[in-house]
């Protein structure tokens, strides 16, 4: 057994170990830039990805690596931070350590030693109880994700090429988005553009025009974090776009060829008229999954060591402090907790990366703080406000209750994306890619790479 | 069983069949643009890629997207092509037809009939009998293969970084590269310029320039292909860099933690004096292959099917007009085959872009000529030149006798596979990232990606 940061001289500087590189981890570190502590960032990958970006990866607009960063590039001029690439198996709370899993280094069980701890290791997707999903539908998390995606959107529009029955080409054109959050209505709106744009003139048997886009949303609108009247453009929109948008209707089933569907409501199903109600089934082959999050399991783990609560998304309950009950060195933040307040009322802060930036800030700050000897204030969120894009030219925003959507609020996502993305170099690539796409409305990152390369990997029944 | 393209009108136009969208099938279908045929283009990826960029996407200097552009974008506006996403599982040369390996098309096997075949399938990496060396040592031909060897790089210094045994850390820091040819000696001093240029400040624990970095070739001098003068000068420049060049020395076994070479030649091997004679195992986790290549397996099916000489590296040898014997309709070129003059002599082309380019117009010429009634003359190569870089500002260049190396060498070079890239959105792209890590002596595409994002993944024994 191995204590990685043993070695340190006695009487060592106040040690801050935190898990996870996203942007409530990455902001806690580099807002103890000037403090007098030790940090280590512990993530499983060697980069910080740009998630709000992950759907234009997975539909060939962006390369993987424009919207990710090595940590250890971001944090190379930070003096008093260090980087462990490792995924983290256990959080000892009692003797204040974590304990890594690196099966390469052998034998050799590592162990990071904390004074303070930041736990920001954020969320997956949420199958509703239905894991065996996944494989069938994949989410949009991960850099790997929006590859396998990228690949199944392509490689369906090359299978439908040399299909010669009608029915089965429609099945291969047919693609289907489960959920109509953000990231839904994006992903949705850009197959839509890769069908109608991108990919018209590039095939010989088939009209890449007649594939048919359908967005299953459970709730009767889009968007629904939205206020009504831009959900009900951002429908407009994306239905013009060539989207089906199919509401109040949830997934009961799906294999690796269908997709079946039925009302979410009994009594919304009489009023949605002369839609089929009832069940459904959709041959599609093409299936992709954004509709919930679940907590890393961390959470849990967090909720069982200190006896905070733990709601059904995984989430671990933290107070205004962004602490876990009696543990005032244990902080959790972002996607994987609900923030509660002094009087114990859940705040439902938004999934969202200004969150858990504003976190992890705060909980830098606090660190620094109590190392001078300041008692923290609670921690405030401050709503900067929602931003989702449909397509070429059209995006719903919503700033303090300043509503636009259209170009204007296009132009501002754009912005604000660029704004946030880490890197120089990037910025400038992305910026570049944008230009290029709007111009020639091609996608310049067409790849089907990986397992996918081959059409035969994928036996359908 | 159906036949793709067996319901296009009769009285068809001239059918021709591609396999391969390399640098030899894709000049040969551009080559017929305005020829009365029909082109069929298969290739079991959806893109061209640019192989002689590949070490840069290896060492995370390019992107992969960057040197890769999907082959329906290349030929978009070339009315007479047309492409087809599929493996090739046989050439039926007596019937003129392509089998087509796409399992996804479920009970359908597809078949191209053809009037003329060309076939431009390449190469892969020959292990000289030990195939499963593959996995331990992973050559470089694919997108995969590279972002395989990336990762194996940034994990070996993450792992080295938190390694406290020194021994233990010095094979995590040791890079053996097989094979002194241009990508050996690109990819040897590519991994020089990461441990000294890029990550000295990334790393707490580890000083990246501690790294060994060893190129083992089993000739007397690196770079055979160029003349003696530019082998030396490299040798000189690629020591410089940090590189320790071992020559008259071949592999003969590997594990995954180590490789065992030894002497080539006796003879050779008392004149080495002062080194290590007979076997010498190095410790070393992360070592790359770049020694060898052999035909694709169409090669040989073909050498049988026309009874055509296959030689040691699995190339079919074709006659001066570059067609199989007995089959005029029947062209084969590129890195899998052997061109033969008139009186039946190899003419050993050197196995690079260019000649393959030169193949692949040629055969697009001799194709619309014998649609005019034309008599093809015999394939003439033309010797471009040999170019190869060793690092920054380092480069040797043989063209037509003017011998070249230093910084000129490498303008050469990289205005030359600028030039050579398809699209000007990847020639953008390239050309910025070539000046930011010029600048900034940084690599913008430093992912850990695929089945290596966990160090966990890989168990040394």
């Known amino acids: 057994m191995t204590t990685a940061n043993a070695e340190r001289k006695p009487g060592h500087p106040h040690r801050v170990v935190v898990v996870g590189g ?9 807002g103890l830039r000037r403090a007098p502590v030790e940090v280590t960032l512990v993530d499983r990958n060697n980069y910080h990805l740009f998630q709000p970006l992950l759907y234009q990866v997975a539909t060939g607009a962006l390369a993987p690596g424009e919207i990710a960063s090595p940590l250890r590039g971001i944090l190379k001029r ?30 050799q069980d590592i162990e990071l030693e904390y004074d303070t701890l930041v736990v920001a290791a954020g969320a ?9 999903w996944q494989p069938l539908a994949p989410g949009m998390k991960t850099i790997e994700d929006a590859i396998e995606i990228r ?8 299978a439908a090429e040399l299909e010669s029955d009608p029915e089965r080409r429609q099945a291969w054109l047919t693609f289907v988005v489960v959920g109509a959050g953000p990231t839904g209505v994006e992903m949705a709106g850009q197959i ?6 991108t990919l018209p003139r590039d095939f010989a048997n088939v009209d890449p025009r007649s594939a048919r886009i359908l967005l299953i949303e459970a709730a009767d609108r889009v968007l629904t974090s939205f206020p009504e009247r831009l959900s009900a ?27 079946t569907i039925q009302a979410t409501d009994g009594e919304r199903d009489e009023r949605s008229g002369g839609e089929p109600s009832g069940r459904d089934t959709i041959s599609a082959h093409t299936i992709i999954w954004a509709a919930g999050v679940r907590a890393s399991g961390l959470a849990a783990a967090l909720g069982e060591a200190t006896g905070a609560a733990v709601d059904r998304a995984g989430r671990v309950s933290v107070g205004p402090d962004l602490t876990l009950p009696g543990h005032p060195e244990l902080f959790a933040i972002g996607d994987m907790v609900e923030v509660h307040d002094a009087d114990g009322r859940p705040q439902h802060l938004p999934g969202v990366a200004p ?25 405030r969120y401050v709503d900067k406000g929602n931003v989702a894009t449909i397509g070429r030219l059209k995006a719903v925003m919503d700033i303090k209750g300043v509503r636009l959507s259209g170009t204007i609020a296009w132009l501002g996502y754009l912005f604000i994306h660029l704004f946030y993305l880490i890197g120089l170099e990037n910025r400038v690539l992305v910026f570049i890619r944008w230009i290029v796409s709007f111009v020639t409305r091609g996608r310049g990152s067409r790849l089907i790479t990986g397992r996918r390369a081959e059409v035969g990997d994928r036996t359908p029944t």
């Open 233 to 259: 453009r951002a429908f407009r929109s994306i239905e013009r776009l060539g989207v089906t948008p199919v509401l109040d209707r949830s997934v009961v089933d799906l294999d690796d060829h269908s997709v």
């Open 124 to 132: 997956s997707h949420a199958y509703f109880g239905h894991d065996e």
């Open 355 to 379: 969150t858990a930036m504003q976190e992890g800030r705060y909980v830098a700050k606090v660190i620094a703080g109590r190392l001078d000897g300041a008692e923290p204030e609670p921690f």
């Open 22 to 30: 996203g942007f409530g981890g990455l902001l806690a570190v580099r």
């Open 78 to 107: 930070q003096d008093n931070a260090r980087v462990v690439l490792a995924a983290v198996s256990e959080i000892d709370v009692e003797r204040r350590r974590v304990l890594l899993d690196r099966s390469a280094n052998e034998d």
């Open 192 to 197: 839509a553009e890769i069908a109608n744009d």
């Open 151 to 158: 690949g199944r959107i392509l490689t369906a529009f090359e």
